[in-house]
């Protein structure tokens, strides 16, 4: 494959979606595009704005959130597997404040709440913790929802 191939099948699928960097050299490598030619092609679509680190970090974090119901941290590992700069992470993670993860993490937990086998409040209570941590929230965000004091957080780090 040429640069110019390269670099048009690459414009043309970010014209389409929102791709990071390392989606996009992940696709070079996998034609077998030489190195050299790679940081060509990339440093052609960053300066022609077809990928763009955070822009594509605010439309992952908003999509993770409101439609997969992730928490913060399962948002933060997945920028960190997709080699997401930390700066912007912080960043748009930031950009993020607690109302919007309670209005995830309610709805998530009262319906979960309904499938649950407990024999009182407090292992109701335990496996709620173990499912929102699971799902990527934090513990003061989850403690918010469930209105929990006996659960202790460092049972859970």
Same mark, same amino acid.
């Given at each position: 494959?040429?640069? +110019?191939?390269?670099?048009? +099948? ?5 014209? !389409? ?16 595009? #030489?190195?050299?030619? +790679? ?22 974090? !908003?999509? &993770? ?8 941290? &399962? ?31 309610? #709805? ?8 649950? !086998? ?40």
């Amino acid at each position: 494959m040429t640069e +110019q191939e390269a670099f048009l +099948q690459l414009a043309s699928m970010c014209a !389409k979606a929102e791709h990071c960097q390392h989606e996009m050299l992940e696709k070079m490598r996998k034609w077998e595009v #030489p190195e050299t030619v +790679q940081a060509r092609v990339m440093a052609r679509l960053v300066k022609e704005r077809y990928v763009d680190d955070e822009r594509y970090a605010r439309a992952f974090v !908003k999509d &993770k959130i409101r439609y997969n119901k992730w928490g913060r941290r &399962k948002v933060q590992q997945a920028l960190w597997m997709k080699r997401i700069d930390d700066d912007i992470q912080q960043t748009v993670l930031n950009e993020v404040d607690d109302e919007e993860y309670l209005r995830v993490l309610k #709805p998530l937990l009262k319906q979960k709440s309904k499938s649950i !086998k407990a024999e009182n409040d407090f292992e109701r209570n335990q496996k709620l913790v173990r499912f929102a941590l699971g799902r990527g929230f934090t513990f003061d965000i989850i403690k918010q929802c469930l209105n929990v004091d006996d659960i202790d957080e460092e049972d859970y780090d």
